[in-house]
């Protein structure tokens, strides 16, 4: 008559399981495009009261890209980051960053 107060609940059977990530990651295909097939457009950002230039979009793998941002941080003298697909720098200066982009072979829309 009296049951054991730690053995109520349900009862799942031994197919359940607690773990909920063990489904597999769906993982993005990137098409990789050419440079000269890219349209690149640039927008502009205020964060904290500085002007942020934004590159975008890239169809590059991630070691490509921050090849990339590596060279293109050199020529200009700025610093930046990747987010995404695309490429942020520091400042003002999309001028810069389409003329050293350009001599690389990116075209722009």
Same mark, same amino acid.
């Given at each position: 008559?009296?049951?054991?107060?730690? @053995?109520? *609940?349900?009862?799942?059977?031994?197919?359940?399981?607690?773990?909920?990530?063990? !489904? *597999? =990651?769906?993982? =993005?295909? /990137?098409?990789?495009? @050419?440079?000269?097939?890219?349209? %690149?457009?640039?927008?502009?950002?205020?964060?904290?009261?500085? $002007?942020?230039? /934004? $590159? !975008?979009?890239?169809?590059?793998? !991630?070691?490509? %890209?921050? $090849? %990339?941002? !590596?060279?293109? =941080?050199?020529?200009?003298?700025?610093? +930046?980051?990747?987010?995404?697909?695309?490429?942020?720098?520091? +400042?003002?200066?999309?001028?810069?960053?389409?003329?050293?982009?350009?001599? %690389?072979?990116?075209?722009?829309?």
């Amino acid at each position: 008559m009296h049951k054991n107060l730690f @053995e109520m *609940g349900a009862n799942f059977g031994e197919e359940w399981q607690s773990d909920n990530r063990a !489904k *597999g =990651k769906k993982s =993005k295909s /990137i098409e990789i495009k @050419e440079p000269n097939k890219h349209r %690149l457009y640039f927008a502009k950002e205020k964060r904290m009261g500085k $002007v942020v230039t /934004i $590159v !975008k979009p890239f169809c590059l793998p !991630k070691d490509d %890209l921050s $090849v %990339l941002l !590596k060279t293109i =941080k050199k020529r200009v003298g700025t610093g +930046g980051t990747i987010k995404g697909d695309a490429l942020e720098f520091q +400042g003002d200066i999309a001028d810069k960053i389409h003329e050293g982009l350009k001599s %690389l072979g990116y075209r722009f829309r």
